[in-house]
């Protein structure tokens, strides 16, 4: 079977004799997996070794429990991206199936951290599990590699009085608090999509916007009217300040959930066709339904003006 996912942009095989293994899913690579990437990075600087980032996809859960599959942070390629920044030289993403659920703590081991990777040094979070039904833990993890030619090293979880977790980050998110994500996630929430033709309502009421469908089986800030930045990932890499809605625009029927960007203080901007990431700054409000086009027009640039604040 196969075990490796290619992933454009995760790294060559590392061509040493060995390496710096750390290992989770990492969804979001929120400040807890970044810590484990930093110690892993002091180890490797050390031992002149390069470090591997383990991680799985899909989902471990979506795989033995798809109706509690959580709605991810990042998808597959923006975690690579995200791992690599944080101080990978490499990153395996593990095809995860059942077959690969079935396989024993040692069976994992040797597969992936002895046959494939020649692991000397492996960094995980003090709770860290693996194996078929999670039966491995940082003991026997440390007791495999003490007869397998690797040591272990297990790092504190990090965080205040809540540890720091991509759950809390999907809470927060779900909440609107994507001023609370960004605290845990390091950098703001984000969204990422390809920019769509609307109904081009905003155009005709002085504020068009760049309109990006909600990413299926994503996690995106619950329904209201936020302040961000939007980033056009194309090569001009252009960064502006935005108001931007999440949801269904309850004032107009027929609406499908999208996130629509209106970019503040430029003029003849066409987004369209173009890959966009949206970076959540502050909620604004939540969403309202209005009951006449000019009692919105005057919240949209009051909106705007608030965001502008926030932004400036």
């Given at each position: ?22 290992i ?6 929120h ?21 591997v ?20 942070l ?14 990978a030289?490499?990153?395996r993403?593990l ?5 690969m ?20 040094h ?9 194996g078929s ?13 003490s ?39 390091g ?39 936020y ?22 625009n309850p004032t ?5 959930r ?19 990431r949206?970076?959540?700054?502050d909620?604004?409000r ?27």
């Open positions: 079977m196969a075990i490796w996912r290619d992933v454009k942009g995760a790294g060559a095989a590392p061509s040493t004799a060995s390496t710096v293994v750390t989770g899913t990492f969804d979001g690579v400040l807890g997996h970044q810590s484990l990437l930093a110690q892993a990075r002091s180890v490797a600087d050390a031992s002149g070794e390069p470090v980032a383990v991680t799985f996809d899909p989902h471990p859960v979506s795989v033995f429990a798809p109706d509690r599959a959580p709605r991810l990042t998808d597959v390629e923006r975690r690579v991206e995200l791992l690599l920044a944080g101080g030289d490499a990153v993403v095809a995860f199936d059942r077959a659920a079935a396989w024993s703590p040692d069976d994992f081991a040797q597969r992936v951290l002895v046959d494939d990777l020649q692991a000397a492996v960094v995980v979070g003090e709770n860290f599990t693996y039904k999670a039966a491995g833990d940082v003991a026997c993890l440390a007791d495999f590699g007869g397998h030619g690797f040591a272990v090293e297990s790092v504190e979880l990090a965080g205040g009085s809540e540890e720091y977790s991509s759950s809390l980050v999907r809470r927060l998110v779900g909440e609107g608090d994507v001023a609370g994500a960004a605290a845990v996630l950098r703001p929430a984000e969204v990422t999509g390809t920019v769509v033709h609307g109904d081009h309502r905003g155009r005709e009421l002085g504020y068009p916007t760049a309109n990006v469908p909600v990413p299926a089986g994503l996690a995106t800030p619950s329904d209201g009217v302040a961000a930045w939007v980033l056009d990932l194309g090569a001009a890499g252009e960064r502006w300040p935005a108001a931007v809605s999440v949801g269904d107009f029927e027929g609406v499908d999208r996130v629509e960007s209106f970019v503040i203080d430029r003029t003849g901007l066409d987004l369209y066709g173009h890959r966009i949206v970076e959540f700054v909620r604004l939540g969403m309202e339904a209005f009951d006449s086009l000019d009692s919105l027009v005057v919240q949209m640039a009051a909106d705007v003006d608030r965001a502008r604040q926030i932004l400036s």
